[in-house]
């Protein structure tokens, strides 16, 4: 089964520029996630799909994040413009269904500096 | 405010040592606990646990909820160097789609 896959790795930008990171869920996976993990914290949830629906966005920033899922399988997360507190790893993770029933699965990640 | 607390931040030890990590939790409408192991890239999952009492158990590794006092705990056994890595306790609450809440992990470090 292939995993969650997330591109680019690595992304360094400067303050105020704009930054795209792509996800790609395991096929099936209804419950796609974006999560921020700051160095030496645990992963803080940016938003929640079910399908191409917003469950859960009560922690992205709006006024610079924005995240659409659509056709209900690929997602992007847009930073603009970005700060340098959003240095972080941005993960991207899917579960068959919700966190009461099955795990969610991680990608490796796209490590963002902000200079 | 929904918390998840674990203990301790980080921890060395020998290989062969066995090790208990902890995490307590504080979670309106609580759904599952579950473990995670990250080395340098994705959290991979280990163990999910929903009910009190019931160990899960895979090699090495096993981990425990209670309920009633709110907490899990992760035990590795004969540890090894590959064990090395930081290892997330998350919190579900509330409806199968509800959020899940991660700890800040424990660093564990396995010397030869």
């Known amino acids: 089964e292939a995993g969650v896959a997330q591109s680019p790795r690595y992304k360094i930008i400067e303050k105020r520029q704009s930054v795209a990171f792509w996800c790609n869920p395991i096929?099936?996976?209804?419950?796609l996630y974006w999560y921020q993990q700051i160095l030496g914290q645990g992963p803080k949830l940016l938003i929640q799909?079910?399908?191409?629906?917003?469950?859960?966005d009560s922690q992205l920033p709006k006024d610079r994040f924005s995240a659409e899922r659509l056709k209900g399988v690929d997602s992007t997360l847009k930073i603009q413009p970005a700060k340098l507190e959003d240095s972080a790893v941005y993960l991207c993770?899917?579960?068959?269904?919700?966190?009461?029933?099955?795990?969610?699965?991680f990608g490796n990640g796209t490590r963002l500096t902000v200079t | 405010e929904d918390k998840v607390v674990q203990s301790p931040l980080s921890l060395v030890v020998h290989e062969g040592d066995t090790v208990t990590l902890n995490c307590s939790y504080e979670?309106?409408?609580?759904?599952?606990l579950l473990w995670y192991k990250q080395e340098k890239k994705a959290p991979t999952f280990l163990f999910m646990l929903?009910?009190?009492?019931i160990e899960k158990k895979s090699g090495r590794l096993s981990s425990i909820l209670d309920k009633k006092e709110l907490f899990s705990i992760l035990n590795i056994t004969a540890t090894q160097t590959g064990d090395s890595a930081v290892y997330l306790c998350?919190?579900?609450?509330?409806?199968?789609?509800?959020?899940?809440?991660f700890g800040r992990g424990t660093q564990l470090t396995v010397w030869p």
């Open positions: 993770a899917s579960s068959l269904q919700g966190v009461g029933v099955s795990p969610l699965h």
């Open positions: 096929s099936g996976h209804a419950t």
């Open positions: 799909f079910q399908n191409n629906g917003v469950v859960d």
């Open positions: 979670v309106t409408n609580f759904r599952s």
């Open positions: 929903t009910s009190s009492g």
């Open positions: 998350a919190v579900g609450r509330g409806s199968t789609l509800g959020r899940l809440y």
